[in-house]
């Protein structure tokens, strides 16, 4: 826990298996400053067998935590909340980057993980700001006082036939492609994020 001019900031996280498969594939870190309003939750869901979906999840998490760490610096407390925002964005994008790079060069490595990859969430609390960044179709909510809303858009077949007007939510729900993805880390070089502040 935090607690810095009133803001008070408690992390915690579990993942689950679900109903469909016999070895969880996920990875999550989270933590929290002990004298800062910073925290941060990351979430990976891997694909591609549990041995390949669990380590390119863990991979990904890994960098971004290791990055994240040591984002709070004393250069990064002496800018304007402007270029902190900047930073943070920056860091983000920087270290999902890294963490695609990683995961392809573990597939060289590893011809028997070649079809691997994970999808990401994250959310990092600094101050008054949340930062929601997401790749696949692993989601973000915010859950207030006015209920739970959902924050991240998926990076799906389904949601790309949804946003043309092919498909309405209720027929995305029992489509054959309903679990297909648009973007991964892990699966081309070029890997864009989205990222938002809220």
């Not at 067998?49 to 040591?70: C, E, H, P």
């Not at 990401?120 to 207030?144: E, M, N, T």
């Amino acid at each position: 826990m935090s607690n810095t001019a009133g803001v008070r900031l408690a992390v915690n996280g579990k993942t689950d298996i679900g109903r469909v498969r016999d070895e969880n594939e996920d990875a999550i870190r989270c933590h929290a400053h002990a004298d800062l309003a910073f925290a941060y939750v990351v979430i990976a869901d891997g694909m591609g067998g549990y041995n390949g979906g669990a380590l390119a999840s863990k991979i990904a998490v890994d960098t971004v935590s290791q990055v994240l760490d040591g984002l709070v610096t004393p250069i990064f407390l002496a800018c304007t909340p402007d270029q902190q925002n900047l930073m943070i964005h920056s860091a983000i994008h920087n270290t999902i980057n890294h963490a695609n790079q990683s995961i392809i060069d573990a597939k060289h490595e590893n011809p028997q993980f070649a079809h691997m990859g994970t999808t990401l969430v994250l959310a990092v609390v600094w101050q008054d700001q949340l930062v929601v960044a997401h790749i696949g179709d692993s989601r973000a909510y915010l859950w207030s006082a006015a209920g739970i809303v959902q924050v991240t858009k998926d990076h799906s077949v389904v949601q790309d036939m949804i946003d043309a007007g092919a498909l309405t939510e209720e027929e995305a729900r029992v489509s054959d492609v309903r679990n297909h993805i648009t973007r991964a880390l892990g699966v081309t070089d070029d890997i864009e994020p989205t990222i938002q502040t809220l």
